[in-house]
C-alpha cells in the first residue's frame, strides 16, 4: 500500500464506521406528536402556551417522542395527521368546518388527543360559541362553559381512579399550580362514556379569592381530568396562568408546570396515548 493510500483509508474506515455509530446511536422517536395553539389576546394564555411548548420539548428528549407545534390550525387535515400519534390542543379548538372533520375522522380512527384547560371551552354567544356537537357533547361530554374561579388558585386534587396509566404513579391528593377552574353545563358522572380521573377534593374550598362571589366556590363536584371510553384521549382542566392583570404590569405568577406530581400527571398520561399507536 503506497503512503497516500495509508493516508486515505483509515480516514475512509474512520468516516463510514463513525456515521454508522451515529445513526445507530441516534434513537427513533417512539412516537409523534403534534400541538395546536393560538396564543392570542388572553395573556395567561399566551404565557401558558409559551412555557408547555418548552416542557414538552425538553420532554420529547426525556421520553424518546418527536414534538412540534403551530398556531397554522391548516394543518390539521387527513395527510398530516397520518403521521401523527397524539395531537394536543393547547388552548382553543379549530375553528372550520374542514379542520374539525378532519380532527373527528383522526379520532374515529385510532388516533389521540390531549387538551388542556381553555380547549374546551365553548359558550354561546361569545368568540368561542357552542356550535360542535360531537366535540363538546360527545367527544369531551362537558357541553358549554358554566363558570370559573378567580383567581387562579391551588386546589387539592383527588385521583378518583388510580388504575388508569396516566394517574397509576400518583397518590390519593396532592396539590395543583395555581389555575382558573371550571365547571360544565353537562353532568359528566351522568355520562357513562366518561371515565372520571381526577376531581377537585372537597378540602379545598373555599376555592378562589374574587373578588365576584361567585368566582368563589365554597362546594360541589369538580372534575378535572378525564377521558373518554370510546376514544383514546384524556382532557386535563389546569393551563392557566397566574397573570398579574390588576397592576397592568401583565408579570407572570404562577406557571403551570412547575408542579412534579402534576407534570408525572401530564407525562405518564402522553406516554399512555403515545404507546397505543405506532
Known sequence: MNTSLKIIFPVILFFCFGFSSNVQGKKRPKFNVVAFYTAKNDPAHISFVNEAN??????????????????????????????????????????????????????????????????????????????????????????????????????????????????????????????????????????????????????????GTGPKPHEIWHSGDFPVVWTNRNYRMIYINMGHNDIDYERGTNHELSFTFGNKLQNKLIADALIWLGKEKQ
Open 54 to 207: 418548552q416542557w414538552f420539548s425538553k420532554a420529547s428528549a426525556r421520553y424518546q417522542f418527536s414534538y412540534e407545534s403551530t398556531n397554522d390550525w391548516t394543518m390539521l387535515n387527513s395527510e398530516f395527521l397520518s403521521n401523527i400519534q397524539v395531537v394536543i390542543f393547547l388552548d382553543t379548538r379549530p375553528d372550520l368546518p374542514e379542520q374539525r372533520k378532519a380532527f373527528q375522522e383522526y379520532m374515529e380512527n385510532g388516533g389521540a388527543f390531549m387538551g388542556f384547560h381553555f380547549s374546551a371551552f365553548a359558550l354561546s354567544p361569545s368568540d368561542y360559541p357552542q356550535n360542535w356537537d360531537w366535540y363538546h357533547h360527545e367527544f369531551l361530554g362537558s357541553g358549554e362553559y358554566k363558570g370559573n374561579t378567580w383567581r387562579p388558585t391551588s386546589a387539592i386534587l383527588k385521583v378518583e381512579d388510580r388504575k388508569h396509566p396516566a394517574t397509576k404513579n400518583l397518590p390519593e391528593k396532592f396539590k395543583s399550580q395555581p389555575n382558573e377552574w371550571y365547571s360544565w353545563k353537562n353532568d359528566l358522572r351522568k355520562n357513562t362514556d366518561i371515565r372520571i380521573l381526577v376531581s377537585i377534593d372537597a378540602t379545598s374550598f373555599p376555592l
